[in-house]
């Protein structure tokens, strides 16, 4: 029954009816406290006593509220009134895309633009590890100024652990009726119409049907009965776009070849790179119109084929409209050629060329001993030691003077620090030592004037010259490279210390600065191009299976090359060959756990990382950040009797609470970092309301009730933060500067142990006050831990292979070795860390990572 105008729901009036849907109406709202217009779904009295489809809407709001995107429909708030459970979305001014398809298909302009809209947000979506599984032009918005949202997440699931059993047979109306399990009928993959398991690839089926629609103004799948449609997109093919629609774009036409596929493994492995190339087809169809339309019938092509070859295919032919004489025939493009240049099992910290462009100069850690300079050439496979031991090469001036750091070691996660220091390729005496605490360094063309990376005052700064501060982020900065011209700073910009996802920034010697590409969640290795028009860089929109692409000052990305493995970009010389190297990198967890005599391997996938121990050893959570863990890393729980893990959701493990009951986590981006709560057992995952804040290292306290924080206020340092799991804000108990460890928190939730903005270590009070110098710690001395007494606590160094546990007492400030730990194979372990261990000091689980590198030369970069 429809609600009358007037109606009030919670501190919402309803003004008029939108709309009717299996899941209840849409009315148009009122919200006078912030006075706005809402769009209220509001679900009928027989859903809401159904406990399935009510916790479909509940969880219709969870889905959409944790996607911050503008191509998403934003979730206010949900309630109950009067035994009315509804809830409060944006409202959009607009028609649907449903009402836009009235007329038939979209104009070319209007179909482009609207397209990479919905890409866009599905590629937010299936980033944080959602499928809507029910995309349809009905759940599409186009408001007036052309913004498009996607609406209704009432079937969204996370894509990691779908279930095979969910089958029925929807209706064939509209909109999704009740009973409704997997989607409309005419917009379902061919596997969601089978029943069987599905992931984000189900969602790009669904897209091409709409992109199809769009463009022909005709549905892909209409048959008389839904038996029948069904049955279409299982077996059928529909008419060729180009038949329909000869004027489409040629290349809009492919890419909905591509998502159309039957089989999953021919559409696109990633949604981002569907979006990124229907963005190219929207920039470029001015150049291929004219051959795409000249056209009246186009051979499908073989689905596989990138976008991006087919633009330049077009572009090439229309030249023929210019009275270029071409032969008929394509000429193959040949693709980059690898060579490698290094054969030892160990680790790779960083290459460079020597002016002569022959020369190489690199940094590594071969067979398990200290990283130190080599010096290779391009015509043999031999390498030899430059004498640098414990030392890692920066960067190489046009005069072949080296900046290289010395007494290197672990700083934090990526990177690691050192005094830095300049020494002549040719050798002899000393390195000069100039600088300390330098986390990165390059030289500047002049061969005078360095930009260097260092922390200060709980900050990473980048400065170019020297003293001149050009940049600071409480995240962290890699990769820094001076432009040809020394006018500009290239370098990567990564919000959250700990995580190597970022963007390629520019900076100029004023300050200003911008981003020239989208955010990746990996991103490592940068250099300019030889006319420094383009930037070089490697980096994954999922997992870190990082491919070579480069990015001109304006934003044009392009992708140059890719690998089986994790490539990262070291140097291009002036002949244009690059310097890349391709890492087998591992993280995996060795653990003793109750029911064993010694060490075991407790790693699940490729990158498994143990956030938590239960006091009582049984049970270890960890999260797996690699290609393994996919879009937004997954967490798991493993027992110790070595079982399979269990997956409890998307995000970052954070810590199990005292009792074990409850795992916490964190997921998203920057500022739009959420913290979940994961039962360990039955029960649904609980989101805690947004906090604006960054977040970096996450404890529970004791009491099970709180959780203690270090993160940061947007361009503000990081400070330390207190929060009960059922309240809505954090409190600050910190200034600016401060930042927790692993496990900060004491036995009696008093005081966290901290490092200050002056590199010194402190017990701060939780309560408020004045934090004490904990004694007896270094530079590069982390706390791992408290011991149960409350008055010590367990100490690890960074970047020390093996590495000593040593137990060091809070009066005293005096050290003794608990356990040295170290795993039976020790080539390419570069970093053990953390280390986990239960209040009884009995058991115990720690991290390495293992890298085993290779260097290569790459030739033929186009």
């Known amino acids: 029954m429809s609600l009358a105008a007037g109606t009030k729901l919670g501190p919402y009036e309803v003004l008029s009816l939108l709309g009717t849907g299996g899941m209840g109406e849409v009315y148009r709202a009122r919200d006078e406290r912030l006075r706005r217009d809402v769009a209220l779904k509001v679900l009928p009295a027989s859903i809401a006593q159904d406990a399935d489809r009510l916790r479909r809407f509940e969880s219709e709001a969870r889905a959409a509220s944790a996607l911050n995107h503008p191509n998403i429909v934003t979730v206010h708030d949900i309630g109950k009134s009067n035994g009315t459970t509804y809830m409060a979305m944006e409202f959009i001014d607009g028609a649907s895309l449903r009402q836009m398809l009235a007329n038939g298909a979209l104009p070319e302009k209007k179909m482009l633009e609207v397209a990479v809209q919905i890409a866009d947000g599905l590629a937010k979506a299936h980033s944080a590890g959602i499928v809507h599984r029910d995309l349809k032009p009905e759940n599409v918005m186009v408001s007036r100024d052309g913004f498009v949202k996607l609406l209704d997440f009432g079937l969204a699931k996370p894509f990691t652990a779908p279930s095979e059993g969910m089958s029925a047979i929807p209706t064939m109306a509209g909109e999704t009726q009740p009973g409704t399990v997997l989607g409309t009928v005419g917009y379902m993959s061919p596997e969601q119409a089978s029943g069987r398991s599905l992931d984000y690839r189900s969602d790009q089926f669904s897209l091409g049907s709409i ?282 910009d990564h919000p959250v210390q700990g995580d190597d996802s970022g963007t390629v920034m520019l900076v100029d010697r004023a300050g200003k600065r911008r981003a020239i590409s989208e955010p990746y969640e990996s991103v490592q290795g940068l250099c300019w191009s030889p006319d420094g028009n383009e930037v070089f860089f490697s980096a994954s929109y999922a997992g870190n299976n990082r491919a070579l692409q480069a990015v001109t000052r304006s934003g044009r990305v392009r992708v140059i090359a890719r690998g089986t493995g994790t490539l990262t970009i070291q140097d291009i010389s002036k002949a244009g060959k690059a310097l890349v190297i391709e890492d087998k990198g591992r993280k995996s967890i060795s653990a003793l756990l109750p029911g064993a005599a010694t060490e075991r391997d407790f790693a699940w996938l490729d990158w498994s990382l143990p956030r938590s121990i239960s006091d009582d050893g049984q049970l270890l959570l960890f999260d797996e950040s690699g290609a393994g863990g996919g879009a937004g890393y997954s967490v798991y729980v493993r027992k110790a009797d070595g079982s399979p893990a269990v997956r409890l959701g998307p995000g970052i493990g954070a810590g199990l609470s005292p009792d074990s009951r409850l795992a916490l986590s964190i997921s998203g981006q920057s500022t739009a970092q959420r913290l979940t709560l994961y039962p360990i057992g039955v029960g649904e995952p609980r989101t805690l309301p947004p906090t604006g804040l960054r977040i970096e290292q996450v404890c529970w306290l004791s009491d099970g009730r709180r959780i203690v924080f270090s993160g940061a206020e947007p361009d503000h340092g990081s400070r330390l933060w207190v929060q009960a799991i059922d309240e809505a804000k954090p409190r600050a108990f910190s200034p600016e500067g401060y930042r927790m460890f692993e496990r900060s928190p004491s036995p009696d939730d008093k005081v966290v142990a901290v490092v200050g903005p002056d590199r010194r270590f402190y017990l701060y009070p939780i309560a408020g006050g004045e934090p004490t110098p904990i004694p007896g710690l270094a530079p590069g001395d982390v706390v791992a831990g408290w011991r149960q007494d409350g008055k010590s606590v367990f100490v690890r160094r960074r970047g020390e292979v093996p590495l000593r546990v040593m137990t060091l007492d809070l009066a005293s400030g005096r050290k003794q070795l608990w356990k040295e730990l170290m795993p039976p194979d020790p080539a390419g372990v570069s970093t053990i860390a953390p280390v986990l261990i239960t209040p009884d000091e009995k058991y115990y689980a720690y991290s390495y990572t293992r890298s085993l590198a290779d260097l290569y030369v790459v030739e033929g970069l186009k």
């Open 211 to 492: 992109l199809y629609e769009m463009a022909t103004g005709q549905r892909a799948f209409q048959k008389p009965t839904g038996a029948e449609t069904l049955s279409a997109i299982i077996r059928e093919e529909p008419d060729s776009v180009a038949r329909v629609n000869p004027r489409a774009p040629a290349p809009y036409r492919w890419i909905v070849d591509r998502c159309l596929a039957k089989d999953p493994e021919d559409r696109y492995a990633s949604t981002r790179d569907l979006a990124r190339d229907l963005k190219s087809v929207r920039e470029h169809v001015s150049e291929v119109t004219s051959t795409a339309s000249g056209a009246t019938a186009v051979a499908p092509m073989h689905r596989r084929r990138t976008v991006a070859w087919w633009l330049a295919a077009a572009a090439l032919l229309a030249g023929l409209a210019g009275g270029v004489l071409l032969d008929r025939r394509i000429r193959k493009v040949e693709p980059p050629t690898f060579r490698q240049l290094t054969f030892r099992r160990g680790s790779i910290g960083s290459a460079r060329f020597a002016p002569d462009g022959q020369t190489i100069m690199y940094s590594a850690s071969w067979d398990g001993r200290s990283m130190e300079v080599f010096v290779s050439r391009l015509d043999s496979p031999e390498s030899r030691p430059f004498g640098l031991a414990k030392a890692e090469l920066l960067s190489v001036s046009p005069s072949g003077e080296m900046a290289v750091s010395v007494d290197r070691r672990d700083a934090f996660a990526f990177n690691r620090t050192g005094t830095l220091a300049r020494i002549g390729m040719t050798g002899g005496g000393s390195p000069k030592e100039f600088l300390e605490d330098i986390l990165w360094a390059d030289w500047a063309s002049d061969g005078q004037s360095l930009a260097v990376v260092r922390p200060q005052s709980g900050k990473i700064r980048l400065e170019y010259p020297v003293g001149h501060v050009l940049y600071e982020t409480a995240g962290w900065i890699s990769h820094p490279r001076v432009s040809p011209r020394g006018d500009e700073v290239a370098f990567l």
